[in-house]
């Protein structure tokens, strides 16, 4: 197994990337934390005060939504260049070109982790809802790890060939992050048009957080198997997809 074999590898250039990240910034990964800080405040007076949301504990459910969208934001935007950003490792050095993709993913599970680690002081402070099915946690992130790094998979292969990719990729994700249940509750679409809406598993993965995070409740049954479903089909896919693909990466950067 890959990942077994160059876990130092990929250990190395998970660090290095948070390096990378971080080097010339002055606060560094206080901005992991800052930044939804600072998202969640805006949404909060602009929902709040203008919109008239309602929903109780509002400024949490916000947070949740917008660090768990974070993760494949910032996971899959980092994934896009990671095969071309480091050509020597492709050209000189026969490994897994997976690696490069993971490191990128990881790293960013890294920053979304610390994100979590600050949801959950404030849950323990605000929330009255805390219960044992906070331990599912884990279990949602492996999960939800799984999916990015089959989309990531999929991006950084397709990066190789298709340059443009990077601009299309942000516009994808300022469209998902209003077609996800972020600053909304999933009751105010039209009923009819809610099970097309549950189709996309983000939108589930964060419904399932709020699940055990917010509410104290075992997200349902169906909900767990779509993202265990789901998670391993993409990683499938993904896997499938960026094989056909490295055959000619090194010509291609």
């Known amino acids: 197994m890959w990942i077994a074999d160059f876990r130092d590898l990929i250990w190395i250039l998970t660090i290095s990337d948070l390096k990378i990240k971080y080097q010339s910034s002055v606060l560094g990964f206080l901005w992991s934390l800052l930044n939804p800080l600072l998202l969640m405040l805006i949404l909060y007076v602009v929902f709040s005060s203008i919109f008239r949301v309602t929903e109780e504990n509002f400024a949490i459910y916000l947070l949740v939504g917008i660090i768990t969208w974070r993760f494949f934001a910032n996971a899959t935007s980092a994934a896009v260049p990671s095969i071309v950003y480091k050509a020597s490792l492709v050209t000189k050095v026969f490994i897994p070109r997976q690696i490069l993709v993971m490191s990128s993913v990881l790293s960013s599970l890294i920053s979304s982790l610390l994100e979590f680690g600050v949801l959950f002081f404030f849950v323990a402070l605000f929330s009255p809802h805390i219960t044992f099915n ?111 693909l490295e055959r000619r990466f090194a010509e291609e950067i």
């Open 134 to 244: 906070v331990f599912l946690f884990p279990v949602l992130q492996a999960l939800y790890f799984i999916l990015v790094f089959g989309v990531a998979l999929v991006l950084g292969g397709l990066y190789v060939y298709y340059r443009d990719l990077n601009q299309i990729w942000e516009v994808i994700l300022q469209l998902g992050f209003f077609l996800s249940p972020i600053v909304y509750p999933v009751s105010i679409l039209p009923e009819s048009l809610i099970p097309y809406y549950m189709l996309n598993p983000i939108t589930v993965m964060i419904q399932s957080y709020r699940d055990i995070l917010l509410n104290g409740v075992t997200p349902p049954l169906w909900e767990l198997a779509y993202l265990l479903g789901t998670s391993f089909v993409m990683l499938g896919v993904g896997t499938f997809i960026f094989k056909r």
